[in-house]
């Protein structure tokens, strides 16, 4: 549990209650998300200046040409990688894309353990300083190219990418568990749909969701 972070004014707790309000009218019903969305200052992981703006239900640059995720995608997705209610929930879960550290935090408070990549070291030392301020000890985090997974902690039971391929990366597919779930959104800039693919016994299964806007999963390291 995240304390001390409570903020005032734009970025306070009634401010957040607003937010809360919103992804449950968009349809996000998970309970355990929803608290804990409540309890993640989303004003620390993006810069000062646009704290103010961080409990909008939109995307904000943190810098090096990338974003944070809007709340409502970041729910949507953390809602899906969950599973349904009765399927058993994933205990070790990849993320390709650390960022702001915005949704490895989220996924932190409700899993076991989260491994993190980033391909840009800069964003990955920003995030890295949130989940110690934070408190959030069972994250960790690898300066990467996570097209290639992270093979040396594989297999995992749920893999989240929040930057978009034109393909889901074969290495990907490899590293998940049978019944584990892959949530990610494929297609190039103009045209990309959240998928999850649910590996079983005998290969994988597929189902598009929503369209999504992401930036593009690039290779090598920077
Ligand atoms: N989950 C993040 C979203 C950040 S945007 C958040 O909550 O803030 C997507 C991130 O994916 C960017 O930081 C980008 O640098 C990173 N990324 C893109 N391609 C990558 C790759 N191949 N490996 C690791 N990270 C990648």
Do not use: C
């Not at 929930?89 to 899993?111: D, F």
């Not at 076991?112 to 960790?140: C, H, M, P, S, W």
Request: aromatic residues 6%.
């Amino acid at each position: 549990m995240i304390a001390n972070h409570r903020g005032i004014g734009m970025t306070s707790m009634r401010t957040r209650e607003r937010m809360i309000k919103r992804l449950k009218d968009e349809g996000i019903e998970n309970k355990a998300v929803l608290d804990v969305f409540r309890n993640t200052p989303r004003h620390i992981f993006v810069d000062e200046a646009l704290a103010s703006r961080a409990y909008e239900d939109t995307a904000l640059p943190i810098g090096h040409s990338q974003t944070i995720s809007q709340p409502y995608i970041v729910a949507r997705m953390t809602e899906v990688l969950l599973g349904e209610q009765g399927e058993d929930l994933p205990r070790k879960v990849l993320e390709v894309g650390t960022g702001s550290g915005y949704q490895s935090a989220i996924l932190a408070q409700l899993v076991e353990q989260v491994y993190t990549t980033e391909r840009i070291r800069a964003l990955l030392l920003q995030a890295q300083n949130r989940f110690f301020d934070l408190g959030l000890r069972n994250i960790k985090h690898r300066h990467s190219d996570g097209s290639w997974g992270w093979p040396e902690n594989a297999p995992y039971d749920a893999i989240m990418v929040t930057a978009s391929p034109n393909e889901i990366p074969q290495a990907l597919l490899e590293q998940l568990k049978i019944g584990g779930r892959l949530v990610i959104p494929v297609g190039d800039y103009a045209e990309q749909r959240l998928m999850l693919v649910t590996r079983t016994a005998s290969g994988y299964e597929e189902k598009v969701l929503d369209r999504v806007r992401f930036v593009s999963l690039l290779g090598g390291k920077q």
